[in-house]
């Protein structure tokens, strides 16, 4: 029970990795502060968990970009609590489905809004609760802030905004004793892949050097590790998780 008595907030929780953050930090003994976007998915991922026995969770829905919202669900954890000492900024719009020629800009305004602003605001908010008790702050990013893919350009912007965020709040938040780290997955196994034709994903496995996609448990595993004790003196890290894919520059089916 490494998190007993501590507070934890996982935002974008109601499904796929946030779910596995949610129910790695309540296994862990944490009280979960569980966000998403809606209250109907936020009451989905509570009724999931509490079947599998974890009870120590509340449910805050809130969309992160929403300035007010933001606020509103730092009362409500304010009011229950009054402390936090774990956030997961894990909330996401994926921004898919535009070449960079023809993305409306509201809509890339609108995936920045969401998670780099939206990150920025829930990491304020915490900080100011944790204040010079401390805490911890750990900021879901990506492998493709460095290697970009396609039709994505505003979700790999924002990507590399919140690795570069991540570090000035670690420099500036560092004296107060709050740790900012960034996780950077790369393929992590969701609802989606099920969508995904055969092929499409063992060809994906394929050009992972270890052979497969993380799991949530494995971006939980990282996140409990950063949020723990052992990674104490560690702040300003983007610890990435991707199975290898960073670490290679074309694909393993090129032949060069
Ligand atoms: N999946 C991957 O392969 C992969 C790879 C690298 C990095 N990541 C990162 O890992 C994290 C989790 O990814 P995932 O694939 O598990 O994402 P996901 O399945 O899309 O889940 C994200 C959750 O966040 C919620 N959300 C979206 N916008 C929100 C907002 N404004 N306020 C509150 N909640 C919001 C979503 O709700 P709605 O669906 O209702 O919007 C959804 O429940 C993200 O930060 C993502 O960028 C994922």
Redesign the pocket.
Known sequence: MRFKNKFVLV??A?????LGLAAAFAKAGATVFL????AE?VAGALAALRRRGLKKLVGVP????IPAEVAALFRQIRAQAGRLDVVVN?????GLGHTALEMPVEFFAQVVR?NLV?TFHVAQQAARLMGRRGGTIIN?A??VSTRAIQKRCAYVAS?GGVDALTLALASELGPLGIRVNAIA????H?DRWKTLPTAHAQRRRANIPLGREATPEDIANAALFLASSDAANITGARLVVDGGCSAQHLPRDIDV
Not at 35 to 38: G, I, L, M, Q, S
Not at 62 to 65: K, Q, T
Not at 90 to 94: I, T, W
């Open positions: 935002t974008g109601g499904q796929n990795t946030g966000n998403d976007r809606t998915s809130a969309d992160i970009g894990n909330a996401a719009h994926l969401v939206g879901i990506s492998n990507k997955p790369g393929y992590i969701s």
